[in-house]
């Protein structure tokens, strides 16, 4: 047997254990290892399910769960019933719908905040381009559905695209936003919810200005004021 053989059955074992679980229930990850026995690879192939639409819930997305157990969250594509899971039908979103959600997020990359053709704030010489993505990737299960859209700038699409996580549960973040210690902290962090943005605080706002002035202003501006921070710094 050769190891993509291994590979491709090993998949389908893990389909077919968690399809036989059943949706909105729990297994743990001995059950998983004691039935299928290419166990080595089973973290591995529970990330393929996710490709393939399957949400399958551990500890770190659902605090409710402890570390060695899962929840069957959606059965996705049955590729262990030899479904075979659904090509992206597009990768972008455009023409009205397009100017719609980047009316609706006020033309800011709804994860870092970014406004539309401005400089990253860490990289001034670096503008932002928004495109729009899906919360939930396409080969996920996303659709183009206008609550899966968002607008965002290239770098946060790029990471959005590399990461292989499942969104977090409406429980992690509702926890976590609790969490957070300081009230005024909480109070910044409900106003960006309620204006759907990060809005950048007072010091980005100056060092975006600051990235606009001509360059020999910039060197000026930069003098004087690190001239003053070393001062502070000394008394
Ligand atoms: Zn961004």
Known sequence: ?????????????????????????????????????????????????????????????????????????????????????????????????????????????????????????????????????HLIPVARGGTDDENNLRAECQRCGDESRDNTLDPPTTDFVLTRARNIRSRKEKKRLFAWMVARRKDPDDTELVFLDWCRLPHSEQLRVMQEFGRQVLADDEG
């Open 1 to 133: 047997m050769t190891n993509g053989e291994v590979r491709r059955s090993s998949r389908v074992l893990v389909a077919e254990f968690i399809a036989g679980i059943g949706e909105g229930n729990k297994f743990t990850k001995l059950d998983l290892n004691r039935a299928i026995p290419f166990y080595a690879q089973n973290d591995r192939r529970m990330r393929d399910l996710r490709e393939c639409g399957w949400v399958i819930d551990n500890y770190k997305v659902n605090p409710s769960l402890a570390p060695d157990e899962y929840l069957v969250r959606r059965i996705g594509v049955r590729i262990d019933l030899g479904e075979r899971p659904p090509k992206p039908a597009r990768k972008t979103v455009g023409g009205a719908k397009r100017r719609r959600i980047l009316e609706r997020d006020g033309h800011v990359c709804a994860i870092c905040g970014v406004p539309a053709g401005e400089p990253f704030p860490d990289a001034p010489g670096r503008r932002a381009v928004l495109t729009i993505g």
